[in-house]
Nanobody
Framework: QAQLVESGGGLVPPGGSLRLSCAASGFPFDNYAIAWFRQAPGKEREFVAGISQSGGGSDYADSVKGRFTISRDNSKNTVYLQMNSLKPEDTAVYYC?????????????????WGKGTLVTVSS
């Protein structure tokens, strides 16, 4: 059925860049808002960035504004998270999430589908 599969995580030095991908299948991708969340060791899962079903609007956590960019390619059923100027505090497992769209995702409320996550480690 519905699946979200993240990829692109890995080890990157501080100041480096990484692009995460989230490939969706099994549901009408174009009708869903998509978001990225992350969970650091010992912490709760937190919102990172969200994008509207059409890609026309986006939201970012204050901690990543100006550094991260969310985008989507509906022809490929894929969402991306471009992460620049990475900091050690960005280290976390990153998850993508989907919710049938009447508005953009800004919290964990009402999420329909979750991916399994991809690990990003920012370290020298």
């Amino acid at each position: 059925q519905a699946q979200l599969v993240e990829s692109g995580g890995g080890l990157v030095p501080p100041g480096g860049s990484l692009r995460l991908s989230c490939a969706a299948s099994g549901f009408p991708f174009d009708n869903y808002a998509i978001a990225w969340f992350r969970q650091a060791p010992g912490k709760e899962r937190e919102f990172v960035a969200g994008i509207s079903q059409s890609g026309g609007g986006s939201d970012y956590a204050d901690s990543v504004k100006g550094r991260f960019t969310i985008s989507r390619d509906n022809s490929k059923n894929t969402v991306y998270l471009q992460m620049n100027s990475l900091k050690p505090e960005d280290t976390a497992v990153y998850y993508c999430a989907a919710r049938f769209a009447y508005s953009r995702i800004t919290s964990r409320n009402g999420i329909d589908y979750w991916g399994k996550g991809t690990l990003v480690t920012v370290s020298s």
